[in-house]
Every structure is written in C-alpha cells, then in structure tokens.
DNA sequence: TTGTATGCGTTATCAC
DNA sequence: GTGATAACGCATACAA
C-alpha cells in the first residue's frame, strides 16, 4: 500500500517542465513483469470469466495496484472490435424533455458499461461530419434523438454495421430501431379531453413541419377532432420554437375572428411560453379565458405559475427501452431493428377550465387588449 | 463513384443472418493494394502536413472512397497517445445552465476537433467508479461541472497526466485548471443593490453547503451586508434543491418574525420555485410584498411568470476560457493549470421592489396567511 | 518523397 | 491453467 503510493508520487518532474512529460503508464508487461508471470496471465486476471487460477489472479493484482495499473480500453477496443462508446447526437438541450432523457440515458447506459459520446447537432447542420466521426470512432452505435438529422445518415451507418437507435422520432425506413411514444394516441386523447370539457373553438401549434412528433401530434388531434360535430380547429406553426410564441398569440386573437377556447401545444416547451404570451401581453385568464394543453410532461409543467395540462411522455420506459434496444444489437450483430411504442397518459392540471356550449360562445372570448 | 456504391450495396447478406455478420472494415492496408502504394503512404496522406506528393494523395484518397475507408481513430490514438476524447462529468441536469453549459461546451471542442463522453455522476455518489473509466479510456482530459465529486479524484488524475478542468466550481488544488465566476462579487453586488432598492430585513437560501457556488455567493452577501448599519440577515438552506422551497418559505414567514423583505437565493433554480411557493402557497405577491433574486440568468428567469432579477453568469465566456484551457493543456502537457475568473452583471428585472425605510416596516408585511 | 520495419497495449489462438 | 506468438489498424524512425 504504502509501496504504491510512494510509487505515484515519486513520478519525474513535478511541476511545469514543459514539452515532454515523461510519466509511465504502466502496461500489462510492466505488471506481469513484477508478478513473475506472463504478459497473457496479466490479461486474464483482468478479463471476466477467464481461465485462470484465484492464486496467479492475487498476485496479478496485486502487482497492478502496487503499480497503479489499469488495463487500456483502446487499445482492448482494437481487437474486441466494441469500443462501449455509443454516439448520442442531441439537438436542443434547451428543452428539459431531452437534458432529462439524456441524463437517464446515460445513467443506465453505465450501469451496463456503456457511456455516450455526446455530438450536438446544430439545426440545419449538415450531418456529414457527425457521420465521419462516428465511423471513425469506431462507435458500437448511434443514438439519435435530434430532430434534424437527415434520415440518409441513419441509412450509411446501417450500411456500416452500426446499430442507429432513434428516441422520440421515428423514420419509415426500418433499419432502424427506434423508440417514441403513441404520439398519434396521446394528441386524440388531447382532443377527447378538450371536447369533454366543452370547448368547440379550437387550435393547434405546430412544431417543425417535417418532424415525426409533430406529423403524428397533429394527425392524432386533428383526426381525433374530424369526428365531432361544431368543432372548429385553427391551425398555426410554432416550430417548437418558444420565441415565436408572442407572434402566435397574437395571431390566435387577432380580433378579426373569435379566439380559440382552448390551444394544444406541440410540446410543452411552446405551451409555457404561449401561457406568458397569453396572459402577460394579450391579457388573458388562463384557462378562465383561453385553456391550454402542452405534451411532453417537463418538470416545469408543474410548476405552480403554470400548472400545464398535457399528456406525459413514458420517460423512464423509453429509457429503458431504449438501452435494451441498443444492448441487444450491439451485443448480437444480427438481431433485427425494432421500431417500440409506448403510451403516457394525460395528466390534468389548471391549465384547462371547462366550458358550458350553451353560454360559452358570447362570454368567453373578452376584449383581447394587446400590449407590448 | 458508381463503383463505390456497389461496393457498399454488394456486402454479405443483407438481411438478419443472426451470429456472424462478416462485412469487410476496410483498412489502411486495403486502401494502400487498390492504390498501388504503402501502407504508410495511405497513412500519410490522411495526416494533416504530411510529406507525401499532391499526386499520390490523390490516387489514395480516390482508392480510400473507393472502398468507403475511414481511418480507424481508436487504432491511431494508441500511437499518438491522444484521444480527442475529453470526459465530463455532470451532476443534475434538471438545472438548465448546465444543460446549456454542456451543450456550448460541446459545440466549441467539436469545432476544435474534440468530443465529450458523458458520466453522469449521481448525487453522493461514489467517484471511484467516475476515475476508473477515465483512466481506462485513456481520456485527454475531464471537466467537472457536478459539484458532488470528491476533489481527491482530482488529485489521482493528475498524478496520471490527466489534465482536470473545473467549471462553475472551485477548488484549493491548485493542480486543476478551473473556470468560475467572480461568485463573491456577484453576491455583494446582489446585496447593495437590494440595500439601494431600500430594504433592510433580508434573507439567503443557500445551496449545499460545502460547494464552492455556495461559500462564496454566501460570502460575498454577507461580507457586503456586514457594513450597511440596520440591515439583518436569515440564513436558511435551501440545498440547490427547489423541492424544498414550499417548506423554505414557510420557515422564512412562520409568523414568530417579521418576514423578510427581500430573499437572495443562491441559485436561479431555487428562486424561481421559491417565488411559486410564496405566490401560491403563502399568498404573497412578488414584488410588492416580498422581492427574490437569484443567481445563474437562466433562460426560464426572463420568462414573464417570473421577472427574476438575478446575477448572469458569462457563460459563453466561461466556455470560451474552458476550452481554452483544456486545449492548452492537452496539447502542451508541460502547461501549468490555471484558475479563471470572470465576472457577470446584474440583470434587473421586475422581482424586485422598491420600500421607502420610513413607512416600510409596517405596510410591507401584510397578513401571510398559509393556504395549501 | 517513398517504402520497410517496428511498436502502440491488448486479446485470441494455439500448443503445452 | 499457462505461456509464447500472432493479430488488431495505424503512425513513425529509418534507410533509400
């Protein structure tokens, strides 16, 4: 004990000598060396299952501690051909929905020896170069949750051997897996709940256009809504982007036609700042004026100056999910892509009041007074 | 260019040939027979000033699209003894400047040619574990933004060579390189700004308590408070936690004292939940019957919900200075660690009031009656 | 400039 | 169970 740290401090040089550093990394031979056995026996000692005996695997160890050995994943990774470094490309981290998801990712992603090797995929970035970098990292796989990435890059990795594993977006080629919850399913809820409460007047916020999640939010609600007679349903795009919230407010209530009762947000990000745009420059009650629904279920939907109503996403299922997905095919080459559904569930807060059809049409919409 | 798509449509069974899937990585030495060239004229031409002719380069890099090679960066990376791949350990990314700090962080090392592998580092969790894969993957360097890592973790990284970069968080090792704010200033200015604005009965919700944010934010407000005659401070502990905020505010106006007039917390994050509590559980109103200020900037602090006056971190120079100092470092292992800081500003918005000392001590504190 | 030979640190394949 | 030896894919010292 005393041995090895005597050992780590004694190393040449403590301070600023600057250019060559010559400190020693301690190899597998350095280790075997002092243990008096060989190079392989070294290599065992430190592989799971290995045959060898419990006395030669001490003193192997032993002798590496003495030396503050640790044996080199890199250079492990070259013949083992799985380096445990999956690729995560992430778009906006401004969105809690995504830092959430990625937390988690990677918290169970290291309970299983894996870690994520982060690329942030600026929008309408061109994906080239994060498709070089994964394939000259050798990465076991890639997951993507940013919703630009052109679906071609999913397309060449698969080309390649590497696993790709969408989260919260889905493609039609099948190639690969991926992992999203029933958007379609949650935004019919959506719709049902709104109509239940008695609004007839309403809107919808689009995220970006081209998009899965909002492609089947959208389908969900709108079909949900083609159904029931004296619905009307405005239709706006927000591009998931919470700065153009103020100018979609102020379409909604223009004054040339009533306002909508109730707003179904894309997302929750977009709702929580139409609720502020609603409220601080239109001057209007929410849900007493106007309600407003969000989807994704962020920890700011709670929020007491909120109390958005929205349907959850499954977060920790499709964590979960997600990691079994890509375990099972990185661990076997051969397995097939699976494309995984989960459904959340509606969770009701004050941000949808309920309306009475009979008298709601005159007192519901008051003098929409804009301001800065 | 048609021969190079066929060569990647044309490889073994496309389909799910469970087991084995034998698709041909191409190597230097492939690239090299096509080309009719070395092996190490392959690997020149892919190294940056090299001395090979424009010619040959050519004739390779053609052979290396050919067969849609790639040079193999773990392989290099065992002879050059770098990486490119830098750690970052995070702690709670439910707070959104972290979130966006790992993002910009990413961002500017990609542009550099560096990328970040992500450990989560749970809460009082053991960082033993944190050290190993750092040692194992032969990491360039690790950045720490999780407040909750031992700092004799740093220590054994940089008997290793490793250099360690501290951000948003301090440490007295003078042996890691750290970027912070000027916490102390920031919260002294916090504190004459209030003193100016006229109030005099103050509080501090403070953060986990042996965190470099909290000891110097804590500091730097009472240290300027300590001289202003009149003014009096209750230190509560709020544990960056924001779930603690209902019973924060209840102890702050449990009816025994006056309440305070004003309440710095020592992060925006805690502010921000601490002002639901007081509107929607104490009835308060913020400003008039009590201000709150925080510390961070945030992007949900401009929201109109909250207004919250708080001081900004610089964050894009913090990263700026971040990524220089992790370059400097890995590129010259000779360079000494450095500690930066650098100052924000006070952001003034409608969160906090104005009282006139003569006839505030009595109108300010009206009836704090407690609901829910 | 170019090719040959060697080594980076490890695991895998053999014989024993 | 154990030890030699050959890969893994690449960069580099050296000779030409």
Chains 1, 2 share one sequence.
Do not use: W
């Not at 780590?8 to 600023?16: K, M, R, S």
């Not at 070089?132 to 080309?159: P, W």
């Not at 009307?232 to 998931?240: K, N, R, W």
Request: with cysteine; glycine share 6%; aromatic share 6%.
């Amino acid at each position: 004990m005393q041995t090895a740290q005597s050992v780590l401090v004694h190393f040449p040089c403590a301070n600023d000598c600057s250019g060559s550093v010559s400190r020693p990394e301690p190899t597998s031979t350095d280790v075997a060396q002092l243990a008096g056995v060989s190079q392989s026996a070294v290599s065992r000692a430190f592989t799971e299952g290995a045959s060898i005996s419990e006395a030669k695997r001490a003193r192997v160890i032993e002798a590496a501690e003495q030396l503050g050995y640790r044996p080199n994943l890199i250079a492990r990774s070259l013949i083992t051909r799985r380096t445990g470094i999956i690729g995560l490309a992430v778009g906006d981290l401004s969105n809690p929905f995504y830092s959430q998801l990625i937390y988690k990712l990677s918290e169970k992603l290291q309970q299983r020896n894996f870690h994520l090797l982060l690329f942030t995929v600026p929008d309408r970035a061109n994906s080239d170069d994060l498709l070089e970098d994964v394939i000259n990292y050798r990465l076991d796989a890639l997951v993507l949750t940013s919703t630009e990435v052109s679906s071609h890059l999913g397309a060449r990795l698969q080309e390649r051997g590497i696993p790709v594993v969408l989260i919260n977006r889905t493609t039609e080629d099948t190639a690969s897996s991926s992992v999203a919850s029933d958007n379609e399913f949650g935004a019919s809820e959506v719709a049902r709940f709104l109509v239940k409460q008695g609004h007839r007047r309403l809107a919808y916020v689009a995220g970006i256009q081209n998009t899965s999640t909002n492609i089947e939010r959208e389908r969900g609600f709108l079909r949900a809504l083609a159904s029931v007679a004296g619905v009307t349903v405005q239709h706006i795009s927000g591009d998931y982007d919470v700065h153009k919230s103020l100018s979609v407010a102020r379409e909604l209530f223009d004054g040339e036609n009533a306002g909508p009762e109730a707003i179904f947000c894309a997302n929750d990000m977009m709702a929580l700042s139409l609720m502020d745009a609603l409220r601080y420059n239109l001057n209007l009650r929410v849900p007493e004026d106007v309600s407003v629904v969000g989807y994704d279920n962020i920890e700011p939907a709670a929020f007491s100056a909120y109390q958005l109503t929205t349907y959850s996403q499954p977060i920790d299922e499709m964590v979960d999910a997600a990691v079994e997905l890509i375990v099972e095919r990185v661990s076997s080459p051969g397995s097939a892509p699976r494309q995984i559904r989960l459904r959340g569930e509606l969770v009701v807060r004050a941000s949808v009041g309920v309306r009475h059809p009979s008298s709601a049409d005159t007192s519901a919409h008051p003098s929409s007074a804009a301001s800065a």
